[in-house]
């Protein structure tokens, strides 16, 4: 199995800055996507940003130009930058990946326990 363990997040006034961290672990062949989603109170969880395990990224418009996510393959780790932070930015940030067991298994979804973002205004 794989262990997806967010670290990151807590409370930020708005235009702040915080920093996400998530460290997958376990019998990893390989992972693919990594990436970020995100929940607010009565809303679904949605995609924040995406990165390929090739370093081709994908954001939300609405946190284009304001967060970067990142990886270090090496460490099966994923970061998300989030600058210029906004009220509607609070949520639970919640990690996922899309790893793979062996080589001859398809990838499967896996998800962090998710971390709490609160920006206030």
């Known amino acids: 199995q794989v262990q997806l363990v967010e670290s990151g997040g807590g409370l930020v006034q708005a235009g702040g800055s915080v920093r996400l961290s998530c460290a997958a672990s376990?019998?990893?062949?390989?992972?693919?996507?990594m990436g970020w989603y995100r929940q607010a109170p009565g809303k679904q969880r949605e995609l924040v940003a995406a990165?390929?395990?090739?370093?081709?990224?994908n954001y939300a418009d609405s946190v284009k130009g304001r967060f970067t996510i990142s990886r270090d393959n090496a460490k099966n780790t994923v970061y998300l930058q989030m600058n210029s932070l906004k009220p509607e930015d609070t949520g639970v940030y919640y990690c996922?990946?899309?790893?793979?067991?062996?080589?001859?298994?398809?990838?499967?979804?896996?998800w962090g326990r998710g971390t709490q973002v609160t920006v206030s205004s």
């Open positions: 996922h990946a899309a790893a793979a067991l062996s080589r001859y298994r398809l990838a499967s979804d896996y």
């Open positions: 376990g019998s990893i062949f390989s992972i693919n996507d």
């Open positions: 990165i390929t395990s090739g370093g081709i990224t």
